[in-house]
């Protein structure tokens, strides 16, 4: 069973530019929840999508946004990149949303703002 | 607001130690707590995950406890071996819905 792919694993930008990332869950899992991992704030919680609804939002600026599609792919948008955007952006995939249900981790985008 | 503390940052043994790792959060409102490995510049791998209603769950050599009332969990490594070294992170789910907060972490060495 494959596994939560993040793509692309890479990425360099520069500075007022925008990107896009790309997660795709676990088959049959609905909930897709993005996370930021900087050495100084650790992992910090930005958004998690269920059957195509936003439904919680960190405390992260309006630059950052997200979608989700009907086959529970998921999309992470960040616009006017800043230099302090530069982190790992890790998605997580659950069945339902994690009431109750285990989150999986896929690798990760590293995102470099130049 | 849920915070997260792990303890030790950080933590050199040496191979074949059995060792304990400390998760402590503030509210105890929770849902469960997840034991994750990461190794530099990866992903997070699922060790173990704690429902609230559960005191422990084990996988290996691994052995995770919660104990809600005082906010704390830990997890427990046998025998410990070089294969273990990496930054283990404790995840408390006390949102509805998959608002996680994390511990800063404990990085582990095991010396051959």
């Known amino acids: 069973k494959a596994g939560v792919t993040q793509t692309p694993r890479y990425l360099i930008k520069t500075r007022g530019q925008q990107v896009t990332l790309s997660c795709s869950p676990i088959?049959?899992?609905?909930?897709v929840s993005w996370y930021q991992q900087t050495p100084g704030q650790g992992l910090q919680f930005l958004f998690e999508?269920?059957?195509?609804?936003?439904?919680n939002k960190g405390n992260f600026p309006g630059r950052f946004s997200g979608r989700q599609f009907s086959n529970s792919r998921s999309e992470m948008n960040v616009s006017t990149l800043e230099l302090g955007d530069s982190a790992l952006y890790l998605c997580?995939?659950?069945?339902?949303?994690?009431?109750?249900?285990?989150?999986?981790f896929g690798q990760g985008t590293r995102l470099t703002v130049v | 607001k849920q915070e997260v503390t792990q303890i030790p940052a950080a933590l050199s043994v040496p191979e074949g130690e059995n060792l304990v790792l400390n998760c402590s959060f503030t509210?105890?409102?929770?849902?469960?707590l997840q034991w994750f490995r990461q190794d530099p510049g990866k992903g997070l791998t699922s060790l173990l995950l704690?429902?609230?209603?559960?005191r422990e769950q084990t996988s290996g050599r691994l052995n995770a406890s919660l104990d809600k009332s005082s906010g704390r969990s830990t997890l427990y490594i046998a025998a410990s071996q070089p294969g273990d070294s990496a930054t283990y992170l404790c995840?408390?789910?006390?949102?509805?819905?998959?608002?996680?907060?994390f511990g800063t972490g404990t990085k582990l060495q095991v010396i051959p």
């Open positions: 997580a995939s659950s069945l339902e949303g994690p009431s109750s249900t285990e989150a999986f």
């Open positions: 509210d105890s409102a929770i849902y469960n």
């Open positions: 999508y269920f059957s195509e609804t936003q439904r």
């Open positions: 088959s049959g899992h609905r909930s």
């Open positions: 995840a408390v789910n006390s949102g509805g819905y998959q608002k996680v907060t």
């Open positions: 704690i429902q609230s209603s559960q």
